[in-house]
């Protein structure tokens, strides 16, 4: 099987078997988001205590790029600190745009079946919807952190 099949295969798996998706019931922090380019949503939730990521789900409508992302994305933030999550979210975007990533500090396991995106460009915004959202809740209301 070639890298690319084994790719495929990952993604197909997150979109047909989410992980983490649906609602947390309460004290979450919810981000709602849109892909301009399509129209398609996304709601991702996390909760955090004691400035751990305890859990992330996410709900929404998308194409199977959009869902095995954000699948991928709840899984790999769990249990990680707020500052180490946007660290992730930096990587992530920086493997979207085609960069070598040094993935020595988050191992980045199914994530890694997402790098052939970057070389389609109409799909980034697919792949980063999810992310995004997180970014946008982990920062907070006021963007200052
Ligand atoms: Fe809409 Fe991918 S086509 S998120």
């Not at 690319?4 to 922090?29: F, K, S, T, W």
């Not at 899984?75 to 180490?84: I, M, R």
């Not at 994530?111 to 052939?116: F, H, R, S, T, V």
């Not at 970057?118 to 970014?135: N, S, V, Y």
Request: charged share 30%; hydrophobic share 40%; glycine share 6%.
């Amino acid at each position: 099987m070639s890298l690319d099949d084994l790719y495929r295969r990952v993604i197909m798996d997150h979109y047909q078997q989410p992980r983490n998706r649906g609602r947390i019931e309460d004290g979450a922090v919810t981000v709602d988001l849109n892909n301009p380019t399509c129209g398609d949503r996304i709601s991702v939730q996390m909760r955090v205590k004691d400035d751990t990521i305890k859990e992330a789900k996410f709900l929404g409508e998308g194409c199977s790029i959009s869902l095995a992302s954000a699948s991928m994305m709840t899984e790999a933030v769990k249990g990680l600190s707020v500052d180490q999550a946007l660290q992730l979210v930096d990587l992530f975007s920086r493997m979207m745009q085609g960069e070598d990533v040094d993935t020595e500090e988050f191992p980045l396991e199914d994530i890694e079946a997402l790098q052939g995106v970057a070389k389609f460009p109409a799909r980034i915004k697919c792949a980063t919807l999810a992310w995004k959202a997180l970014e946008k809740g982990a920062k907070g209301p006021t963007d200052d952190r």
